[in-house]
């Protein structure tokens, strides 16, 4: 595809499941991002891959919170025993030089 | 209960003005600060981005200006329209020289264009 696409684009889920939110970057790009946004509010960083190297996961806000990258290309964010508080949008980007990032629609989160 | 709001400081301009949109930074190791914006509804979108060794960088009617003195960042937006309306965010990050990092975002400001 031509741009970052993240599935699934909406999720309710209740209080305690688990729930995997998928993200396709860009053929190529080395880089992956995953931040967290809460209505009216900033991008918080969550978690970072870039190439081969060990992932920048000083954003993660608990051991709930986890993410892999396959093959250097799909990732997935997984959130286990969701509360309340994790209801949010979950935004995927993926980056060739690190400045330019490219931005998926997100997943919009519900739990309740 | 208490309502979700807006928490982000907000600009507001006529269409056909100028837009100064303020960043204040801290991180001075950062290689490269950049600029986005973000429509209702969809990621953010990369606008401008500026070195730390450039002090002024021109887009299409766009400018951004570092002042690394006060570690503050500025996007200038000539002849405003409807269609800026958006939330512009800074960000910044190391480039491959200083060992790469995530890209770091501030908080967003808001700017509302009236026709």
């Known amino acids: 595809g031509a741009g970052v696409s993240q599935s699934p684009s909406n999720k309710v889920t209740e209080k305690g499941k688990d729930v995997e939110l998928r993200c396709d970057p860009i053929s190529g790009h080395t880089a992956l991002y995953w931040y967290r946004q809460s209505l009216g509010q900033g991008l918080e960083f969550l978690i970072y891959f870039q190439g081969n190297s060990a992932p920048d996961k000083s954003g993660l806000p608990s051991d709930r919170f986890s993410a892999e990258r396959t093959g250097g290309s799909v990732s997935t964010l997984t959130i286990q025993r969701t509360q309340q508080e994790d209801s949010a949008v979950y935004l995927c980007a993926s980056s060739l030089d690190g400045r330019r990032a490219f931005f998926g629609q997100g997943t919009r989160l519900t739990v309740v | 209960g208490e309502s979700v709001g807006l928490h982000l400081p907000t600009l507001s301009v006529q269409e056909g003005d100028n837009s100064i949109i303020n960043c204040a930074y801290s991180?001075?190791?950062?290689?490269?600060f950049i600029w986005y914006k973000q429509e209702s509804g969809k990621g953010p979108q990369f606008i401008i981005d500026?070195?730390?060794?450039?002090d002024k960088r021109q887009g299409q009617r766009v400018t951004v200006l570092l002042n690394k003195t006060v570690k503050h960042l500025s996007l200038q937006i000539a002849a405003t329209q409807p269609g800026d309306s958006a939330v512009y965010f800074c960000?910044?990050?190391?480039?491959?020289?200083?060992?790469?990092?995530?890209?770091?975002f501030g908080k967003g400001t808001m700017l509302l264009v009236s026709p």
């Open positions: 960000a910044e990050n190391r480039g491959p020289n200083s060992g790469y990092s995530t890209l770091t």
């Open positions: 500026i070195r730390s060794n450039m």
């Open positions: 991180n001075s190791a950062s290689d490269y």
